[in-house]
């Protein structure tokens, strides 16, 4: 490799690194969802829940956590009785809904639909 | 599940469906570089192969046919001699490449850099 490819390897793999990070954390099945309902005001588990149909608890459970530990999504409890527990975007939260939200207006305008089933 | 779950599920499937696909497409390896390439006008295989440091022929000449496949890229072939092979993107790569620059762009800004490796 001559140094100049090697320069730009350098300049170029953390690059690659962050674009890989956020792909799979956007491409994670529910989390497109999960971000839309949050943009759209659902604070509690049970409102983000009914907002994703096929969405089992569990799995909203676990993208949650995951979105939380990657400063997305911030969790607020509150100590009442009982004690009320909030989800909402973070700063870097609210600037991924634009993203999901290109990735998903190019894959409707680009991508063939798969064809409907017809339900009697 | 209710009638009106199962009417929401019904619209978002076919949606989920494109999305997951359209992530599969950017999300990778080499996708987001080598649309970049033909975005800064490389329409050879070489030309392009060089624009992306670390990428092997046979993964540049894989990607290029995925992508053909996807109706991303277009190949013209000039029956020159010898046969010159071109490669440029078509309508809907041209829209994909906003789309990764935006994925980039929120990973540049909200995920923390690899820490650079010290050379002598």
Same mark, same amino acid.
């Given at each position: 490799m001559?140094?100049?490819n090697?320069q730009?390897t +350098?300049?170029?793999?953390p690059? *690659?690194?962050?674009?890989?990070? /956020?792909? #799979?954390i956007?491409?994670r099945?529910?989390t497109?969802?999960?971000?839309?309902a949050l943009? $759209?005001?659902?604070?509690?588990?049970?409102?983000? $829940?009914k907002?994703?149909p %096929?969405l089992?608890d569990r799995l909203?459970?676990?993208?949650l956590?995951?979105l #939380?530990a990657e %400063?997305?999504?911030?969790?607020?409890?509150?100590?009442?009785?009982?004690?009320?527990?909030?989800? /909402?975007l973070? +700063? $870097?939260g609210? /600037?991924?809904?634009?993203v999901? *939200?290109t990735?998903?207006?190019? /894959? +409707?305008?680009?991508?063939?639909?798969?064809?409907?089933e017809?339900?009697a």
């Open positions: 001559t140094r100049k090697e730009m +350098e300049a170029l793999s690059y *690659c690194a962050v674009y890989s990070r /956020a792909i #799979e956007i491409g099945r529910w497109g969802a999960i971000l839309r943009m $759209a005001g659902r604070t509690r588990f049970n409102d983000i $829940a907002t994703v %096929g089992s909203l459970s676990e993208r956590k995951e #939380e %400063g997305i999504v911030a969790r607020a409890v509150t100590p009442s009785t009982p004690v009320r527990v909030e989800y /909402a973070t +700063e $870097a609210e /600037a991924l809904v634009p999901v *939200c990735v998903a207006g190019w /894959a +409707e305008t680009w991508l063939p639909l798969p064809a409907p017809k339900t």
